[in-house]
Nanobody, 113 residues
Framework: QVRLVESGGGLIHFGGSLRLSCAAS????????MAWYRQAPGKERELVAI???????NYAGSVKGRFTISRDNTKNTVFLQMNSLTPDDTAVYYC???????WGQGTQVTVSS
């Protein structure tokens, strides 16, 4: 059984930082492209960042330069370092194994102004 468990969300002030983690079990992520998505209230889920199996990464324009996606294949875990957070970053953040139906349950990030 594949499980993706996100952690690290919470309430943070404007300009603060958070680091999200996504721990995978039941699947080895080292050959997988992994992604973080987010969904704000009343909005569609949007792609935030992708990290490819080789280590390259792509970002949504709204987070480029502020967020960094990384992976530790030895720990079967993907991370999202989020800096300079603004209220527009408030959302539930989800981990996803690209090209599969595997999603985490999400972790809430709330940025206060």
């Amino acid at each position: 059984q594949v499980r993706l468990v996100e952690s690290g969300g919470g309430l943070i002030h404007f300009g603060g930082s958070l680091r999200l983690s996504c721990a995978a079990s039941g699947i080895s992520i080292n050959t997988k492209n992994m992604a973080w998505y987010r969904q704000a209230p009343g909005k569609e889920r949007e792609l935030v960042a992708i990290i490819f199996s080789g280590g390259d990464a792509n970002y949504a324009g709204s987070v480029k330069g502020r967020f960094t996606i990384s992976r530790d294949n030895t720990k079967n875990t993907v991370f999202l370092q989020m800096n300079s957070l603004t209220p527009d970053d408030t959302a539930v953040y989800y981990c996803h194994v690209r090209l599969t139906s595997y999603w985490g349950q999400g972790t809430q990030v709330t940025v206060s102004s």
